[in-house]
């Protein structure tokens, strides 16, 4: 059963970091875009950062560029979302999600198939 679980959020001051994790178990990560979405309050869900099946290519949302960086492990088999110089806009629940496919997406909701329950960011003074 594929499962998706995300952890390392919590409440960070301004400027601060946060190393999100998602750990996945079930399937095999190496077949498999993963992407990283956040939803605000009052806001639909949105694209992060992706990254293909081979780690080659990634995404980034123009507002996390230079601050954010995604990676995987496969080996370890799990995705990592390295946010430093975190603002208050970046607060929101982050999820991980899945789809299985070798090329290129385009890091938006609809073309990822199976999602993590969430870990929530705070970023407050």
């Known amino acids: 059963q594929l499962q998706l679980v995300e952890s390392g959020g919590g409440l960070v001051q301004p400027g601060g970091s946060l190393r999100l994790s998602c750990a996945a178990s079930g399937f095999t990560l190496g077949y498999y875009a993963i992407g990283w979405f956040r939803q605000a309050p009052g806001k639909e869900r949105e694209g992060v950062s992706c990254i293909s099946s081979s780690g080659g290519s990634t995404n980034y949302a123009d507002s996390v560029k230079g601050r954010f960086t995604i990676s995987r492990d496969n080996a370890k088999r799990t995705v990592y979302l390295q946010m430093n110089s975190l603002r208050p806009e970046d607060t929101g629940v982050y999820y991980c999600?899945?789809?299985?496919?070798?090329?290129?997406?385009?890091?938006?909701?609809?073309?990822?198939?199976?999602w993590g329950q969430g870990t929530q960011v705070t970023v407050s003074s």
């Open positions: 999600a899945v789809v299985r496919t070798i090329v290129r997406t385009l890091c938006i909701p609809t073309e990822y198939d199976d």
